[in-house]
C-alpha cells in the first residue's frame, strides 16, 4: 500500500506530460481526415452507401410523384376543380374592380382607383364581362352589372371613342349578353350603340373612321398615321353589325360592313395578305407592311368567321386565299428546335423577312384548327368526304403555333409569354427567341389560351389542358398582388418584364382579362354540354363574345362579287362544309321593329360612285391593276380583271359608262380633278409608287 501510495519521480512526469490522451488527439483531427478513418471501415463505407442510394430513390419517387396531376387526367372531378379555381380568380379581379373602380373604363389593380375615357363612365368593363358572369352563373354580380345597364349605361357625351374596340367590347357584349339571356334590355342598349357608331362609315368610300363622337355620331379620322384608319379594325366590325342587323331587321347595319369588304378587297392584296393601314377616303392601301399582328390580326380572322356565321362563300374563298399566303410568305422555322412562327414583311410580300413576332399573332392557332374542322372533332372531319390536302395543311400548322405559342411562356423565366418575341434563325445561337427590353411587358392577354380552347375542343389532347393549366399557374403567382392598396384583398395586374423574378408589376388590369382570358381558361376546363357555347354553334368575336350562327334569310345578301388577281378561284368547301348542320334560327318574334328615325343608306349608289374615283384613280396611275403573277399592267385599258369588273346589281349603268368615257380622256385630266378634290394626284408610271413618296411629292409640288 505504501508503495502504491509514494509519489512518482519528476522524470516519469516529464517524459508523460506534453502528451495529450487519445481522445483529445482525435478530436483535434481536421473533418476531412474523420470521414477518411470512417470510410477506410468496409462496413460503415457500405453503410453510407446504401443511405445515399436509399435517399437518392425516396427524392426520385417523390420529384416523379410530384409531376403526376392531382388524379387520373380523365378524371372529371379535376377539371372541375380547376375550373372553380379559375371561376375564384374571376371573381377575385371582380370583386376588387367592383369595390374601387365600379362603372370606371379603366381600372387601376395596385393603387386601386379607376378612371374613365371620356367625361362619363361608359362602363368598358362592365359590359365586356356581362357573359363571363352568364357562363360562371355568378348570379349576384351578373344582377348589379344588368342594374348599371340600365340604370347608368348612356352614349349621351361629347366624347370620341376608338370604333374598333367599342364595338368589339360595347356591341359585342351587349349582343351576346342577348343572345346568352334573351333579355331585350341588351337588345335595346346595343342598338342605340350602333345607332351613334354608324357615323364612324360616312367617307367617301365607306371605310369607317378611326373613332367617332358618340354624341353627335360623327366620324372621326385618326390623329396619327396619316389620317389611315387600322386594315384590321376596319374589317372587325361585321360579326356584330351582321347580327345586329338579323335581329332588328334594319338592312343598313349589314349593307354598311359589307361595302368595307368590298372596297378592302378591290385593292387585289397579293397572296391576300394586306398592309395595316387603309385610307378611308380613297379605300386604298397606305404603307406596306404586312403582319399578322397588331392592325392586322383580326382582318384575316374574321374572313373565316363571316363565313361561319352567315354561310357566305365568298369570306371562305378570300380565307383560303390568305391561308396560302400566308404559308408562302410569313412562315418560318426556328433554331435550334424549328419552331413553326409567322414573320412579317415591312415592304410587302416582296420585301425582307422579319423574325418579330407579337403575341396577337397566337390566335391563330385557333382559326386554322377551325378552318379545318369548323368546330368539328378532328376524327369527325377528316372522316368526311370533304377532307383535304389543304384540310390537313390548316390541321397541322395550327398545333405547331399552338406549341409555338405555348413555348413563348414555358421557355421565359416567370411561365408569361412578353408581349413580342423576335425568333432565331441563326446557327450560332442556342435560344429559339429572344425577348427585347421594350417588350418584356405581359398584358394578362388571351390568344394563347384562346387557341388552347380550340386544339382541345378539336382535337381531345389532354395536353392542351395541361399546357393552359401551366399558364394558369403562372398568371395567379406572378400577375396576383396581395399586399398595399386599400384593403389588401387579392387582385391581379399586368407586369413590366416577365424575365425576372420577382417581375416588376405594372398598374392596369385590361378588360379582355375578364372577358377573354379567364373566359376561354374557364371553357378550356369546362366538361359540361351547354350547346349556348358550342363552337358548332356559335362564332365568338375577336372579344371572345359568342354570337349565333344564323341564315341569311330573304333580306340579306351578300351584294358584292370578287375580281381580280385569282387565277383559279379556292374551293368553295373546307372540310365538313359539305354537311354543315343548319345554323341555329333566330326567333322571329325578338325580330324589332325598324328603327323609327333611320333611313338605310343607299349603299348601291355610294358604291358606284366610289368605283368610279376607285377606277379614275388606276387611270391616273394611283392604284395599279395587276396580273395574276402580281406585275402591273401596263394600261388600265389594257386590263380584263378592270375591264370585266361587275357592277353591283342595282348600280346605274349609266353612270358606268361615263365612267369609262371619263377614263379614257387621258390621266393627266382625270389626276388634276383628283387633286381639286384633295386627293394624291400622281403621273401615270410604270409601277405606282409608295404613298409616302405620293404624299410627299403632292406637298412638294404645292
Not at 361587275?646 to 380633278?673: P, T, W, Y
Amino acid at each position: 500500500m505504501a508503495s502504491f501510495l509514494k509519489p512518482k519521480s519528476n522524470s516519469w512526469k516529464s517524459k508523460k506530460e506534453p502528451e495529450l490522451p487519445l481522445y483529445y488527439k482525435d478530436k483535434l483531427q481536421p473533418d476531412a481526415n474523420v470521414i477518411q478513418n470512417v470510410l477506410r471501415t468496409p462496413r460503415k463505407k457500405k453503410m453510407l452507401i446504401k443511405l445515399f442510394l436509399a435517399s437518392m430513390a425516396i427524392y426520385l419517387v417523390l420529384w416523379f410523384y410530384s409531376l403526376l396531376p392531382e388524379k387520373n387526367v380523365t378524371d372529371a372531378e379535376l377539371w372541375n376543380n380547376r375550373k372553380l379555381k379559375v371561376k375564384e380568380v374571376f371573381l377575385e379581379s371582380w370583386h376588387d374592380y367592383a369595390n374601387h373602380g365600379w362603372g370606371k373604363d379603366v381600372y387601376k389593380p395596385r393603387s386601386q382607383t379607376g378612371e374613365n375615357m371620356g367625361p362619363s363612365p361608359l362602363g368598358w368593363i362592365i359590359v365586356d364581362s356581362l357573359d363571363t358572369l352568364m357562363l360562371m352563373d355568378c348570379k349576384d354580380e351578373l344582377d348589379e352589372a344588368k342594374s348599371w345597364v340600365k340604370y347608368e349605361l348612356s352614349y349621351d357625351f361629347d366624347y370620341q371613342v376608338n370604333t374598333f374596340e367599342t364595338t368589339i367590347r360595347m356591341l359585342g357584349g351587349l349582343l351576346s349578353a342577348h343572345y346568352l339571356s334573351e333579355d331585350d334590355l341588351y337588345l335595346e342598349k346595343a342598338t342605340g350603340l350602333a345607332k351613334s357608331l354608324m357615323g364612324a362609315f360616312e367617307s367617301k368610300t365607306g371605310i369607317p373612321y378611326s373613332s367617332v363622337n358618340l354624341k353627335t355620331g360623327k366620324g372621326v379620322r385618326s390623329h396619327t398615321d396619316g389620317g389611315a384608319s387600322s386594315t384590321a379594325e376596319a374589317a372587325t366590325l361585321q360579326l356584330e353589325f351582321k347580327y345586329l342587323a338579323k335581329l332588328t331587321g334594319e338592312t343598313m347595319y349589314w349593307d354598311a360592313v359589307e361595302r368595307v369588304m368590298k372596297v378592302l378587297d378591290d385593292n387585289h392584296p397579293k397572296g391576300g395578305l394586306v398592309p395595316i393601314f387603309v385610307n378611308p377616303s380613297t379605300g386604298h392601301y397606305q404603307g406596306n407592311l404586312i403582319r399578322l399582328g397588331s392592325r392586322g390580326d383580326s382582318y384575316y380572322e374574321y374572313l373565316l368567321k363571316q363565313y361561319l356565321q352567315t354561310g357566305e362563300s365568298i369570306y371562305l374563298e378570300m380565307y383560303l386565299e390568305t391561308f396560302d399566303g400566308i404559308k408562302k410568305y410569313l412562315m418560318n422555322k426556328s433554331y435550334p428546335n424549328g419552331l413553326t412562327f409567322l414573320g412579317e414583311r415591312e415592304r410587302g410580300v416582296d420585301g425582307p423577312f422579319s423574325n418579330k413576332m407579337d403575341h396577337l399573332v397566337c390566335f391563330i392557332g385557333g382559326l386554322f384548327a377551325m378552318g379545318a374542322t369548323e368546330g368539328q372533332t378532328y376524327q369527325d372531319a377528316k372522316a368526311l368526304p370533304s377532307w383535304n390536302e389543304k384540310s390537313q395543311e390548316q390541321m397541322d400548322l395550327a398545333e405547331e403555333i399552338g406549341y409555338t405559342c405555348y413555348k413563348m411562356y414555358h421557355d421565359v423565366l416567370t411561365g408569361l409569354s412578353p408581349e413580342i418575341v423576335v425568333f432565331n434563325t441563326d446557327a450560332k445561337n442556342r435560344k429559339d427567341f429572344s425577348i427585347k427590353m421594350a417588350d418584356r411587358h405581359n398584358l394578362q392577354r388571351p390568344e394563347t389560351v384562346e387557341t388552347l380552347f380550340y386544339l382541345w375542343k378539336i382535337t381531345g389532347d389532354i395536353k392542351y389542358r395541361e399546357w393552359g393549366w401551366e399558364i394558369f399557374e403562372s398568371f395567379v403567382k406572378y400577375t396576383k398582388v396581395t399586399s398595399g392598396g386599400k384593403d389588401g384583398k387579392p387582385r391581379y395586374t399586368s407586369l413590366d418584364d416577365v424575365t425576372s423574378i420577382p417581375p416588376r408589376y405594372r398598374d392596369n388590369m385590361e378588360s379582355f382579362w375578364l372577358a377573354e382570358t379567364l373566359k376561354y381558361l374557364y371553357l378550356l376546363f369546362d366538361d359540361s354540354d351547354d350547346p349556348r357555347w358550342d363552337i358548332k354553334n356559335v362564332v365568338y368575336n375577336t372579344e371572345a363574345h359568342p354570337l349565333p350562327q344564323f341564315e341569311m334569310g330573304d333580306n340579306f345578301k351578300t351584294g358584292w362579287t370578287r375580281y381580280g388577281n385569282l387565277a383559279e378561284k379556292p374551293p368553295s368547301k373546307i372540310a365538313g362544309k359539305a354537311e354543315r348542320p343548319a345554323a341555329k334560327k333566330i326567333d322571329q318574334q325578338q325580330v324589332q321593329a325598324p328603327l323609327k328615325d333611320s333611313a338605310p343608306l343607299n349603299i348601291d349608289d355610294e358604291t358606284a360612285a366610289m368605283m368610279k374615283d376607285i377606277k379614275s384613280a388606276k387611270a391616273a396611275g394611283d392604284l395599279k391593276p395587276q396580273l395574276d403573277d402580281g406585275s402591273d399592267v401596263a394600261d388600265i385599258s389594257d386590263s380584263k380583271h378592270v375591264m370585266d369588273k361587275q357592277v353591283d346589281s342595282e348600280a346605274s349603268i349609266d353612270d358606268f359608262g361615263k365612267e369609262k368615257e371619263k377614263a379614257a380622256q387621258g390621266s393627266k385630266l382625270v389626276a388634276e380633278e383628283i387633286k381639286q378634290r384633295g386627293e394624291i394626284p400622281v403621273a401615270k408610271q410604270a409601277v405606282a409608287k409608295p404613298l409616302n413618296e405620293q404624299v410627299d411629292q403632292v406637298l412638294h409640288e404645292e
